[in-house]
């Protein structure tokens, strides 16, 4: 199992967390949305759950509910600049689909 950050991302979320030190790291999730079925939940975290996963990069911590693994296991997080623009960007191996807006993916 693995969540990876790229150096983009991982500097974002330091800046973040560097704001919020009370913080303990990145919670990353899916939850059911959407018209094609699953929604990315990204945010800072206050504690660390006793289901979740902890994946350490870079001194981040990126917290995963145990319950979304099986749709995370393998992402890239990027943190993309377009125009004025930025924001957070995932490839994840999982998706099979996504919908036209871009909020929501499938998977097998």
Do not use: H
């Not at 969540?3 to 030190?21: C, D, H, M, N, Y």
């Not at 997080?77 to 999982?94: M, T």
Request: charged share 25%; net charge negative.
């Amino acid at each position: 199992m693995s969540i990876q950050l790229t150096p983009e991302a991982l500097e974002r979320v330091k800046s973040f967390l560097g704001e919020q030190p009370e913080k303990v790291g990145l919670r990353f999730a899916v939850r059911k949305t959407g018209c094609s079925g699953w929604a990315y939940e990204i945010d800072l975290s206050n504690a660390i759950g006793a289901d979740d996963e902890v994946f350490e990069q870079g001194g981040i911590k990126v917290i995963v509910p145990r319950a979304s693994l099986a749709l995370l296991d393998g992402t890239e997080i990027d943190f993309v600049r377009e125009g004025l623009g930025s924001r957070f960007a995932f490839r994840n191996p999982n998706v099979k689909g996504e919908c036209g807006c871009g909020e929501s993916f499938t998977t097998q």
